[in-house]
């Protein structure tokens, strides 16, 4: 006889393991996945996922348990305890979205799930709604916030803006929302790019004039500033990548424009200083949030 129930499997995690976790989980075929964040406790989350206990036997819910540790191992974290409870075939979507509660960030930004009630909202925040099935994160990871702080205290109104690995398109959207006249974006990944948009449409943005994304890293982003750099570059994407693509900066950047650029741990900050101090960038620290920092660059 088959069970056809459900696993409900609940974690307390750091932020910072947020995305790593969101994206292996994902890669397991796992994406019933919630995330519930308290203002009590911001430095947490509580991690949710459904799996089907047909699929997933002792053996394998095991071995889940050394991926995860695993994947805190590399962040020097100890493994969160992974909590498993049965549930019936029922509406495991209602109780996900039980779970999801509107996230502040810096001093104007709300993420709110694609559903919540925005009039429930007071006037004044920035609200950004995701839809939190993608697992490109939600604004949680430190990384994404480094960014989203710096970002409101920016004038964007008449600046044209490029994202360089898109993800959500949580940054694409904050600058949006904050007057930029055009976003542009690009990311590796077919899915980010698709992600990307739905969460613009979501936000109510349909003018394309003003938005535009592709599949691609920086040539691409270049292709779709059509020969006009911006205002400012986001990029918020790995060290490695930062390092690879610095050499193309001046073809994204206008000549008085700036960077904001996270992704990096600090102990990756002097390389990358040194790497964009050698095309003539001037670099600044701005802001750090734990292991993270995030760099600011002008010529």
Not at 134 to 157: D, I, M, V, W, Y
Request: glycine share 8%; with cysteine.
């Amino acid at each position: 006889m088959h069970n056809h129930g459900w696993w409900q499997l609940e974690m307390i995690v750091p932020r910072e393991l947020e995305e790593s976790l969101i994206w292996k989980l994902d890669s397991l075929g796992i994406d019933r996945i919630a995330i519930a964040y308290s203002p009590e406790n911001p430095n947490d989350l509580q991690l949710l996922a459904w799996l089907p206990i047909v699929d997933w036997p002792d053996s394998e819910r095991e071995l889940l348990n050394f991926i995860v540790a695993d994947i805190a191992a590399t962040f020097s974290i100890s493994s969160p305890d992974m909590i498993w409870s049965q549930t019936v075939n029922e509406d495991w979507s209602r109780k996900w979205k039980e779970n999801w509660q509107p996230d502040r960030i810096g001093n104007y930004w709300l993420i709110i799930p694609s559903w919540f009630d925005s009039s429930q909202l007071l006037s004044g925040n920035h609200a950004l709604r995701l839809d939190p099935g993608s697992a490109f994160g939600t604004g949680s990871h430190p990384t994404t916030r480094l960014c989203l702080e710096a970002l409101e205290k920016l004038n964007l109104q008449k600046m044209r803006v490029a994202d360089l690995g898109c993800g959500s398109g949580i940054l694409s959207l904050g600058a949006l929302l904050l007057g930029a006249t055009t976003v542009v974006g690009c990311d590796t990944d077919p899915l980010a790019v698709k992600a990307t948009y739905m969460n613009i449409a979501l936000n109510g943005y349909v003018d394309e004039l003003k938005f535009q994304f592709g599949l691609g890293s920086i040539d691409t982003l270049a292709e779709l500033l059509l020969g006009e750099p911006a205002d400012l570059l986001l990029c918020n994407t790995l060290a490695s990548v930062i390092i690879n693509v610095s050499p193309l900066f001046d073809y994204v950047i206008s000549p008085n424009g700036r960077g904001l650029l996270s992704g990096l741990l600090l102990d990756q900050i002097k390389t990358i200083t040194k790497q964009l101090e050698s095309l003539n960038w001037q670099v600044r620290l701005i802001n750090t949030k734990g292991k993270w920092g995030l760099l600011e660059i002008h010529k």
